[in-house]
């Protein structure tokens, strides 16, 4: 996932002050586990039970005991029963997943694997 390495380089670049460390990739290698890919796809109609895709986005597994993902609000807004969210992993998993809440002012949600 190569945009989820640019997200987690531009997060300690600002938390950084601009500033590159010699860590940068030791930090990187750490917070990579806990990137994810979200999609959410819909069911085509009551006809033709195919699944597409809806959205897509990234989130940050922030606490894996529970499950609880944080993602952008707008990535799964507006679902409903005919559509369905899935969370891959770093390591190759595919996990269904349910919103538990969202802030949309925020653009901030929470997911739940």
Known sequence: MKSAASFVLSVVLCLSGG???AQISEVIEQAMPSIVAITVETQGDAFRFAYRPKSRGSGVVFDAVRGLIITNAHVVDGINILQRI????QDGHFLPARVVGSHEDSDVAVLRV
């Open 86 to 89: 899935t969370v891959a992993t």
């Open 19 to 21: 500033h590159a460390t």
